[in-house]
């Protein structure tokens, strides 16, 4: 298992940026493809943004595509949100975890979450 801390997480206006990180503790965190879920009041958890082990290769939810950006630094056992233009609707609980090569989460890799607040 790859066990992730998550921080960054803040008030912000609309409008604004944040960068969230996520550290790994396990040194093959370069192995795995990695992402970003997030959770807002009420609702189920969604698809934010991904990557492989690379990096080289990112996706997004259409509701991020041009604000958010993902990217790794291996090197550091870290993975990074970059958050621009936010929206009250960006509010949520946001988490990392490890994916596996078909791109789903891994069982015990979710780490305990960073909140962002947006406000109008």
């Known amino acids: 298992q790859v066990h992730m801390v998550e921080s960054g997480g803040g008030l912000v206006q609309a409008g604004g940026s944040l960068r969230l990180s996520c550290t790994a503790s396990?040194?093959?965190?370069?192995?795995?493809?990695m992402g970003w879920f997030r959770q807002g009041p009420g609702k189920e958890r969604e698809f934010v943004a991904a990557?492989?082990?690379?990096?080289?290769?990112?996706y997004y939810a259409n509701s991020v595509k041009g604000r958010f950006t993902i990217s790794r630094d291996n090197a550091k056992n870290t993975v990074y949100l970059q958050m621009n233009n936010m929206k009250p609707e960006d509010t949520a609980d946001y988490f990392c975890?490890?994916?596996?090569?078909?791109?789903?989460?891994?069982?015990?890799?979710w780490g305990q979450g960073t909140h962002v607040t947006v406000s109008s």
């Open positions: 396990e040194r093959t965190f370069s192995a795995y493809n």
């Open positions: 990557l492989n082990w690379s990096g080289g290769d990112t």
């Open positions: 975890t490890a994916l596996t090569a078909t791109w789903s989460p891994i069982e015990g890799s």
